[in-house]
């Protein structure tokens, strides 16, 4: 077949998916699909376009692209800089910022920071105001990382902002792409996630790295037994090979991975290391069900009386402390089932 018959095909074929777009349904002829004239032939052809994060060898070299370096090596070597052994100051649980953030912030469904700096400054319903790229940085400084806020005018403030800007110079403000952003929830489950049942899927696949006891594992202990080096990026310059999932030094209970949403969504796409969203090995149930038994354990859990202060109906779904604007128990908030929850509607 010659080119210009191929095209021809080609042309056809394009024209029947919009026609089959924009059919009427005989079963309700008011029911149309959108006009397709403004959706991507990517989106037609059923492709998603998932974010990509920039090539680090595109940082440019000059004093800006040091401090973007900079900034990229803090969020891989936090505990080098503010772990108990910081070299800055030793405020925080020793975790770092890419335990949460996964890849250095740039993994696709691994709560990066690709769109960060195109959405702030923002309303956030749970502080009730406006806030700041910085502001939302020093958040997981406080919540995430158990410590303190760090200088808004310090160098390495500017250098992890200067490093999330380049993560999204490619976005627009607004713009929305797969992958990209905060983390979504796997599918609802028929009922409340079951920490007995979570506990057997973490002792199979998470205790491995995470350790029985889910205080992680140390890198001097690590690097020392290849036999416990089964995936990971951390060096001898971070604390922690495999971060504490629970205890003293993880996560605070007022961090978003306390949520039951967020916590699941992330073991979901990215559990355990290095599964990825295109190679998940967790279904939707072991994925509630684990976050249930970690998020079950005991850790440090900070003030949280201000949350949603201003209007408490904004809380979601799952967060797990009252009081809330329905009258669900907490225990449901926390654990679920959330199907029928008017606050979970838009959680897909």
């Not at 999932?245 to 949403?261: C, D, K, P, Q």
Request: net charge neutral; proline share 6%; with cysteine.
């Amino acid at each position: 077949m010659g080119k210009v018959s191929m095209a021809f095909v080609l042309i056809i074929i394009i024209g029947a998916i919009v026609a089959i777009k924009t059919i009427s349904f005989s079963g309700n002829p008011g029911m149309t699909i959108a006009d397709s004239s403004a959706v991507p032939l990517s989106e037609l052809m059923g492709e998603e376009h998932v974010w990509t994060a920039p090539d680090i060898s595109t940082i440019p070299a000059n004093a800006e692209g040091k401090l973007i370096s900079y900034g990229r090596e803090l969020v891989i070597h936090t505990s080098k800089y503010y772990g108990p052994k910081g070299i800055i100051s030793k405020e925080t649980n020793g975790l770092n910022c890419q335990n949460c953030h996964l890849d250095a912030g740039t993994r696709p469904y691994g709560n990066n920071l690709g769109s960060t700096f195109t959405t702030y400054p923002k309303y956030l319903p749970r502080a009730g105001h406006v806030v700041t790229v910085y502001e939302k940085v020093n958040e997981c400084f406080l919540r995430s990382m158990n410590g303190s806020p760090i200088d808004t005018n310090s160098k390495e403030m500017s250098a992890f902002v200067a490093y999330i800007k380049w993560l999204g110079k490619d976005f627009n403000k607004g713009e929305k792409l797969a992958g990209s952003g905060g983390i979504k929830a796997p599918h609802f489950i028929d009922r409340a996630a079951d920490p007995d049942k979570g506990k057997i899927v973490f002792e199979k696949l998470c205790a491995r790295c995470h350790g029985s006891n889910g205080d992680g594992q140390f890198t001097a202990d690590v690097l020392k037994d290849e036999t416990k080096q089964q995936g990971g990026t951390a060096t001898a310059e971070d604390l922690y090979y495999y971060p504490p999932v629970w205890g003293e030094h993880s996560f605070n209970g007022i961090a978003t991975l306390y949520r039951m949403g967020k916590l699941a969504g992330f073991v979901k796409n990215n559990m355990p290391y290095p599964v990825n969203y295109n190679s998940s090995v967790l279904t939707d149930e072991q994925a509630w069900d684990v976050a249930a038994y970690i998020n079950s354990r005991q850790r440090p859990v900070g003030d949280h009386s201000k949350d949603y202060l201003a209007d408490i109906s904004k809380k979601p779904y799952d967060f797990p402390f009252p009081p809330y604007a329905d009258n669900l128990s907490e225990d449901q908030h926390k654990f679920g089932p959330y199907k029928g929850m008017a606050s979970a509607q838009k959680a897909h």
